[in-house]
């Protein structure tokens, strides 16, 4: 394997662990507040103040920074939101 070829591997591997990727939450204007406010508390590790906070931003901003991390972190979490029909995303 080359040089070249050995850096952008690591480049890579560096985007999959390194931290930084966000979940962005977006506003749906379907899901209450509450579900909304109970899937961060679970999903994210959030307290009921920063579920609130960013239920709050979501609903006014159209969209909120839920959790940053690592992919590796992220993609089961990601699952799980959408899976309780929140539209999210990773970036």
Request: charged share 30%.
């Amino acid at each position: 394997m080359s040089v070249k070829e050995k850096e952008k591997n690591k480049i890579s591997d560096d985007n999959i662990i390194g931290d930084e990727h966000q979940i962005i939450l977006y506003n749906d204007d379907f899901n209450t507040f509450d579900h909304v406010i109970q899937t961060l508390i679970s999903v994210c590790d959030h307290t009921p103040v920063q579920a609130e906070q960013c239920t709050l931003i979501v609903h006014y901003k159209g969209k909120c920074s839920v959790k940053s991390g690592t992919l590796i972190d992220l993609k089961p979490r990601l699952k799980k939101m959408v899976d309780a029909k929140l539209s999210a995303e990773i970036i």
